[in-house]
């Protein structure tokens, strides 16, 4: 599984943090939100193609104007 892209929404308390992350393995596309740093709740999302995938991230990111691209 490869990462394709990291985003962060700048908070460094462990009940703020948040990270979506999309990944890529053999043709599978798949999203992680993660929330509350490496301790937190993960929820993934698993898309068939790169543009659900890419809709999913950009759903997640909306509502925080903060987002960082690590």
């Not at 193609?49 to 903060?66: I, K, M, N, P, T």
């Amino acid at each position: 599984m490869e990462r394709r892209r990291h985003y962060w929404n700048g908070s460094w308390g462990r009940l703020t943090r948040r990270d979506v992350l999309l990944y890529e393995s053999g043709g599978q596309w798949i999203v992680e939100d993660r929330r509350g740093g490496a301790e937190g709740r993960t929820r993934w999302f698993e898309h068939d193609e790169e543009d659900s995938a890419w809709d999913q991230v950009r759903a997640l990111l909306s509502g925080y104007d903060d987002w960082r691209e690590l």
